[in-house]
T-cell receptor, first 110, second 115 residues
């Protein structure tokens, strides 16, 4: 079992739709949580950090449930430019390395 | 451009050859990381430096792989006697050590193809 699990998708949605991605992690020592975005054949780019209280950045909302070891990302009013792979990422206590999920692919169509 | 810089962008080589990649981190970042990514997978951690000290190494980093950061600035990753399975994107990232949970910022990567 992978340490960070994501549905690989793809999720096909029309422009303007709301879409949610989920991610689970298995290590209870996970301390920091992030969503990264990766375009095809490009490097991962930080989308947002995820905090226990939940946080929002424009059309993007991230939630963390430590008890269930579950992270979510909600994208409202999807744009064509949101088409990408979204990587769920954790960092465990005492380590600096990031542990990535396999990513969830999103395709937004006109 | 003050981001993480990697070169070369692409490297094609024959099996058995040695290759070396370079990474220049964001200038004020003292932490530097190497990851490897294959098609359809997320990046996998290889190794981590704080300044010139190599503090974490993955089991993925076999004895054919060596990484250095001699002056605590740029880093090199060398693969000796390359194998087909080494074909991947090699990503470098850097971060600040101030505070907890500092995000890592990635370079464009070096895409390695083994013939």
């Amino acid at each position: 079992r992978k340490e960070v699990e994501q549905d690989p998708g793809p999720f096909n949605v029309p422009e303007g739709a709301t879409v949610a991605f989920n991610c689970t992690y298995s290590n209870s020592a996970s301390q920091s949580f992030f969503w990264y975005r990766q375009d095809c054949r490009k490097e991962p780019k930080l989308l947002m950090s995820v905090y226990s209280s939940g946080n929002e950045d424009g059309r993007f909302t991230a939630q963390l449930n430590r008890a269930s070891q579950y992270i979510s990302l909600l994208i409202r009013d999807s744009k064509l430019s949101d088409s990408a792979t979204y990587l769920c990422v954790v960092r465990n206590t005492g380590f600096q390395k990031l542990v990535f999920g396999t990513g969830t692919r999103l395709l937004v169509s006109p | 451009d003050t981001g993480v810089s990697q070169n070369p962008r692409h490297k094609i080589t024959k099996r058995g050859q040695n290759v070396t990649f370079r990474c220049d981190p964001i200038s004020e970042h003292n932490r530097l990381y190497w990851y490897r990514q294959t098609l359809g997978q997320g990046p996998e951690f290889l190794t981590y430096f704080q300044n010139e000290a190599q503090l974490e190494k993955s089991r993925l980093l076999s004895d054919r792989f060596s990484a250095e950061r001699p002056k605590g600035s740029f880093s090199t990753l060398e693969i000796q006697r390359t194998e087909q399975g080494d074909s991947a994107m090699y990503l470098c990232a850097s971060s600040d050590s101030q505070g907890a949970g500092q995000p890592q910022h990635f370079g464009d990567g070096t895409r390695l193809s083994i013939l």
